[in-house]
Every structure is written in C-alpha cells, then in structure tokens.
C-alpha cells in the first residue's frame, strides 16, 4: 500500500485520481498531529501552511515525493530534499489565471478605493469626495518577472489600454515582442512606472527588490502590489514613503511573516490587503490538486514525473524511450561498483548512436545511482546521486557521438579507482532486452540481471571444465554461461548466471581452482 499523508487543505475532487486507487492509502492529517503516519507515509502532500523542513523529511524514513499543490515552492527546503533523495514536484501552472485576476482585481480596487469606500459606506457615510480614484488606461504598469502570472497580467493590462514596461533578466527580447511588452532595466521600470507589481519567485536575487534604496527612485504618487511572496516589497521601507505621500497606494495579498506579525503597515489607509488567496478559487483548487494527484499517481506507477522540483523533467513519449537505457546505465553502474572493491575517482560515459539523442543527463545520473547504491546506507537515487558523487569526490563526465561500433546504441563506461580502471560496454536490442557486450576490451555477450559470477580465467583446457564440476558437486545449477577471451591461451573471462545466490565459501573454492585468477559474486 502507498500511503500519502495530505497535509494542508486540498480539493478533494482533484485528489480523485489518488483516492480512485485501491493500493493507494489517503490519510488527511496535518504533520504537526501526525505521529505513526509520518514513520509510515511514501508521499506528503502539501499546500503553503506546510513547512516541509529536513527535520520534518528525516522524520519520514518512507519519504520518497513531496507534492505542493501550488508554484512555490518556499516552504520545501528542496536542497534536504534533495540529499536525502526526495522528489519534489508542484503544480506549476494550475493557479496562474486564478492568481492573475486576483492581482488585477487587487490592481483595481487600489486605483478606486473599493475596500476603504465599502467600509465607509457600511459605516453609513456618503463620502463621495474622499475616494477619487485613478483610471488605468494609458498608465505606465511595471511588472518584475514576466513568467505566467506577469504575462497573463500583460495581457490583461494591455486589454485595459495601459502600457506595460517588463524587467525580468531571464526574459529574451523574442518573447517580450510576442506578448506585447517593451523590456526596461529596474531603474527605468522603477523611474516610468505609475504601479508596479512583483511576480518573481523569492530568492536570494528578489529578497527586498524593492527596498529604501530602489523604492526611492520610483515616481511620487506610485502604486505597489506583491501578490507573488511576502520580502520581496521590503515592508519596513514601504511606511515612511505612505507617510510622505510618495506611495500613494499599496495591494498585498503575501507577507513577510504569514499571518502578519508586524501589523504596523497594515494601519495605513492606502493599504489593501487579503491573506494570500491568490490561488483561492474553487478553480485553481481544483486544477492544481488534479495536477500534483495524477503526478503523484505516475510517481507510483513508475512513470515520469514531468513537473519536478529536483529531477530533469521528461515526458512520457520521452520516457518511454530513455527508459531501457535508464535501466540498462543503472545495471551496468551497479556491476562495476560490485567488480571494484576499491575507492573511485572518475566516471565518464559515452553515448554512441541514437541513444546520444535522448535526455542523456538522466540516463548517466541513473548511472551513478546505480554505481552508488552498494557503497551508500541512505537511499541513492537519480534526485541525490549528482550531489552525493560529488560529496564523495568522484567526478562523472559524458561524451555523445552520432558514430556506432557495430551496434545501433551503445554505452561505454569507464571507471577510474585508486588502483584499476574498469571498463564496460552495454547495448539495448528492441524484443531481446540489454545486453553486455564487453568488458575490460573482452567481447562478451550476457543479459545483467539476477545472481551472477564474474570469473577471470586462463584460457587453457580444463578451467571451464573444473568451474562446472565444482558448482555441480556443491548442486547449484548455471543458469546461463558466456566466455570471452582476447587471443587463443591468454586472459579470459566466464560471465555464469544463476537460479539462487553462490555462497561465499563456493567462491572461495572456486578461487582456489587451478587455472582461476579472481571470481566476484555480483547481484543486480
Ligand atoms: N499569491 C498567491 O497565492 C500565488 C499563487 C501562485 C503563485 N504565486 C507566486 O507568484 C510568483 C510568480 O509565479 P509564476 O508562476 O508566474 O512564476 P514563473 O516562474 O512562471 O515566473 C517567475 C518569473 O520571474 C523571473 N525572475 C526570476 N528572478 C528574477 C529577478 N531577480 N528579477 C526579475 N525577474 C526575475 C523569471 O525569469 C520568471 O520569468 C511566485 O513567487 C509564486 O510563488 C503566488
Ligand atoms: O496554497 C495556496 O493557496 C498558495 C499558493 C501560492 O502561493 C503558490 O505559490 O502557488
């Protein structure tokens, strides 16, 4: 059963995929209530409330996925994540429109006083005088980040007849003439701007943007709106520009601290707020609960997951195509972990023939997992496995080439240690599966896969022959068995594939054979 705890409040309708599943368990439980679910739990669902801290992971010893139903990502600490080799996905375009129109109508009830006229009016005033607003049309509105929500709000906008002026370092002039907008520097966007509005994610580059020194070099009587994250309008630098009148206005639906801890902006009259319901519509709910449900659900079923955090995205006709190498790299890393009994500095891996035509990144972090995984106690991965070679000193490096050596894709793997270098070549046939087709520059030809004996031999008569007498005297069937050898009496090698696993003490009989070099038991 794969349990997934659902932290924060989703559409229930969107988690229908999940809860459709009989071998999927949902239980709904905040983790700060939770206590054998969290040793229990494969998945953890999340919104914004959720703090998904490496303390928290480490509690979750099943932890394999963290969904937020939701874009940011802020409250996952990915980088834990990350190491511990934890997917992370979100859902990355659910609640864009329901955030966009939330900042436009954040935008109009500013420039019309729409909040403070309610209250007024429910207060049994008729102050038409004190709320003359400002009209959109033909006002200058700067928006920093043009991702989906600045985009979809440049459409609108430009929809309202104003012009819109775009900083966003990351933005190419291309995309900036396709959506109608005209690209600036901060400073110029700052100094032409009648409203600015922020919808950058948070990071260390965005962190208090707009702070005393910037928010200085705006045009007096400017209009601010954060609907993106609290920090990035720097709220202690926003008080004494309402006071002088230079910020004549200013919309938040994000804060520094969520809920408010210091409220002392929030008593300003040019202030509007809401809490953070950007993407609080029964729409957005449900579009990213469905979003994060059918990822997790491919999750689970081995699929690929196309939006996450911390693994290169690959979509499915994609998937299906790496899919084999995938398996074949992790196999073919494996062996030689468990043929090199000694620490390794180097892995390269080349790519030739239509395989180097696929996402390749994958298929080498594949690789190194699989390389990894018996010299590692915590989970290895392809999410952690960069991360962790590099902690360990090994350095890894792939080559693509369009030639081919007689097989139609091939992989070539070469292992520098501290004493050896190992090398093996790998190749995936449609309707007849892997193969290994040589090793250390001898040919070969054997599936990996099962219980395995790496046997290096002389060619001379004999050694074969006592091989198989001695497995046969101790009853243990071969299964399969490939010889290769460089010239007639030299070195050679026997690849024997088994139903069960060769004790330790049949190997090291075997060693003692006359004729046997060295014998490695190997398990994939
Ligand atoms: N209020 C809400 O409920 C709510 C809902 C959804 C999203 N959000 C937030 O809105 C923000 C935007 O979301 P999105 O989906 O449009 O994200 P996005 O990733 O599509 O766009 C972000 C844009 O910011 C730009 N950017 C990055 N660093 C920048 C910098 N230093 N200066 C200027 N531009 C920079 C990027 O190039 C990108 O174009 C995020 O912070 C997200 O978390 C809030
Ligand atoms: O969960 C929410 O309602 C907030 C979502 C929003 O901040 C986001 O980044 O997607």
Redesign the pocket.
Same mark, same amino acid.
């Given at each position: 059963m794969f349990r997934i705890l659902v932290s924060d409040k989703i559409s229930e309708e969107g988690l229908q995929p999940l809860l459709n599943s009989s071998h999927i368990m949902l239980v709904n439980k905040n983790v700060a209530d939770a206590g054998e679910e969290l040793e229990t739990a494969d998945a953890l669902l999340v919104r914004?409330a959720t703090q998904v801290t490496e303390e928290l992971m480490k509690k979750m010893p099943q932890l394999k996925i963290v969904a937020r139903a %939701? @874009? %940011?990502v /802020?409250n996952i600490d990915v980088e834990a994540a990350t190491k511990l080799g934890i997917v992370v996905i979100n859902a =990355? /375009?659910g609640?864009?429109i329901?955030?966009t129109e939330?900042t436009f109508a954040m935008m109009a009830s500013m420039l019309r006083h729409i909040p403070q006229a309610t209250v007024s009016v429910k207060s049994n005033e008729w102050n038409r005088n004190a709320f003359v607003g400002t009209e959109m049309r033909g006002k200058t509105l700067g928006i @920093? %980040? $043009? %991702?989906? *929500?600045?985009?979809e709000l440049a459409k609108r906008a430009r929809a309202f007849e104003m012009n819109v002026i775009v900083? /966003? =370092?990351? $933005?190419t002039e291309e995309r900036a003439y396709k959506i109608g907008v005209t690209t600036a520097s #901060?400073d110029e966007l700052l100094s032409t701007a009648d409203i600015i509005t922020v919808?950058? =994610?948070?990071?260390k580059?965005?962190k208090g $943007?707009l702070n005393e020194k910037t928010l200085s070099k705006t045009k007096k009587g400017v209009y601010l709106i954060n609907?993106?994250?609290g920090g *990035?309008i720097e709220e202690a630098a926003v008080i004494p520009l309402l006071e002088s009148g230079h910020i004549r206005g200013i919309a938040l /639906? @994000?804060f520094e601290t969520e809920p408010p801890e210091n409220t002392s902006l929030l008593q300003y009259e040019q202030v509007i707020a809401t809490p953070? #319901?950007?993407?609080?519509t029964k729409e957005?709910q449900l579009n990213v609960a469905s979003q994060v449900s059918e990822e997790v659900l491919a999750f689970f079923n081995g699929e690929p997951v196309t939006s996450s955090i911390n693994l290169p995205t690959i979509s499915k006709e994609v998937y299906e195509k790496i899919m084999p190498f995938y398996q074949l790299a992790k196999k073919m890393g494996n062996f030689v972990s468990q043929c090199m009994a000694e620490p390794v500095n180097e892995i390269s891996v080349a790519y030739e023939g239509s395989v180097g035509e696929l996402q390749t990144a994958a298929i080498t972090k594949s690789l190194i997992a699989g390389f990894l995984s018996p010299r590692v106690a915590s989970t290895v991965n392809e999410v952690n496995a960069g991360m962790i070679a590099k902690e360990r000193g090994i350095s890894f490096s792939e080559k693509i080439s369009n030639e081919t050596s007689g097989y139609e894709n091939c992989l070539t793997v070469k292992v520098v240690g501290n004493k050896s270098v190992f090398s093996i070549k790998g190749t995936y046939i449609p309707h007849y599966g892997e193969r290994i087709v040589e090793l250390n520059g001898f040919n070969i030809d054997f599936y990996p896969d099962g219980h395995l004996l790496y046997i290096q031999h002389s060619d001379k008569p004999g050694a074969i022959g006592r091989v198989g007498r001695l497995l046969g005297d101790h009853s243990i069937n071969i299964a399969t068995m490939q010889v290769g050898r460089k010239q007639r009496g030299g070195d050679a090698i026997m690849m024997l594939s088994f139903d069960k696993a060769v004790t330790e003490r049949v190997v090291s009989e075997l060693n003692d054979l006359e004729g046997i070099v060295s014998v490695r038991t190997i398990d994939l």
């Amino acid at each position: 059963m794969f349990r997934i705890l659902v932290s924060d409040k989703i559409s229930e309708e969107g988690l229908q995929p999940l809860l459709n599943s009989s071998h999927i368990m949902l239980v709904n439980k905040n983790v700060a209530d939770a206590g054998e679910e969290l040793e229990t739990a494969d998945a953890l669902l999340v919104r914004s409330a959720t703090q998904v801290t490496e303390e928290l992971m480490k509690k979750m010893p099943q932890l394999k996925i963290v969904a937020r139903a %939701g @874009v %940011g990502v /802020d409250n996952i600490d990915v980088e834990a994540a990350t190491k511990l080799g934890i997917v992370v996905i979100n859902a =990355p /375009d659910g609640n864009t429109i329901s955030t966009t129109e939330h900042t436009f109508a954040m935008m109009a009830s500013m420039l019309r006083h729409i909040p403070q006229a309610t209250v007024s009016v429910k207060s049994n005033e008729w102050n038409r005088n004190a709320f003359v607003g400002t009209e959109m049309r033909g006002k200058t509105l700067g928006i @920093v %980040g $043009l %991702g989906r *929500i600045g985009s979809e709000l440049a459409k609108r906008a430009r929809a309202f007849e104003m012009n819109v002026i775009v900083f /966003d =370092p990351f $933005l190419t002039e291309e995309r900036a003439y396709k959506i109608g907008v005209t690209t600036a520097s #901060l400073d110029e966007l700052l100094s032409t701007a009648d409203i600015i509005t922020v919808h950058t =994610p948070l990071t260390k580059e965005t962190k208090g $943007l707009l702070n005393e020194k910037t928010l200085s070099k705006t045009k007096k009587g400017v209009y601010l709106i954060n609907c993106a994250r609290g920090g *990035i309008i720097e709220e202690a630098a926003v008080i004494p520009l309402l006071e002088s009148g230079h910020i004549r206005g200013i919309a938040l /639906d @994000v804060f520094e601290t969520e809920p408010p801890e210091n409220t002392s902006l929030l008593q300003y009259e040019q202030v509007i707020a809401t809490p953070h #319901l950007g993407a609080s519509t029964k729409e957005a709910q449900l579009n990213v609960a469905s979003q994060v449900s059918e990822e997790v659900l491919a999750f689970f079923n081995g699929e690929p997951v196309t939006s996450s955090i911390n693994l290169p995205t690959i979509s499915k006709e994609v998937y299906e195509k790496i899919m084999p190498f995938y398996q074949l790299a992790k196999k073919m890393g494996n062996f030689v972990s468990q043929c090199m009994a000694e620490p390794v500095n180097e892995i390269s891996v080349a790519y030739e023939g239509s395989v180097g035509e696929l996402q390749t990144a994958a298929i080498t972090k594949s690789l190194i997992a699989g390389f990894l995984s018996p010299r590692v106690a915590s989970t290895v991965n392809e999410v952690n496995a960069g991360m962790i070679a590099k902690e360990r000193g090994i350095s890894f490096s792939e080559k693509i080439s369009n030639e081919t050596s007689g097989y139609e894709n091939c992989l070539t793997v070469k292992v520098v240690g501290n004493k050896s270098v190992f090398s093996i070549k790998g190749t995936y046939i449609p309707h007849y599966g892997e193969r290994i087709v040589e090793l250390n520059g001898f040919n070969i030809d054997f599936y990996p896969d099962g219980h395995l004996l790496y046997i290096q031999h002389s060619d001379k008569p004999g050694a074969i022959g006592r091989v198989g007498r001695l497995l046969g005297d101790h009853s243990i069937n071969i299964a399969t068995m490939q010889v290769g050898r460089k010239q007639r009496g030299g070195d050679a090698i026997m690849m024997l594939s088994f139903d069960k696993a060769v004790t330790e003490r049949v190997v090291s009989e075997l060693n003692d054979l006359e004729g046997i070099v060295s014998v490695r038991t190997i398990d994939l």
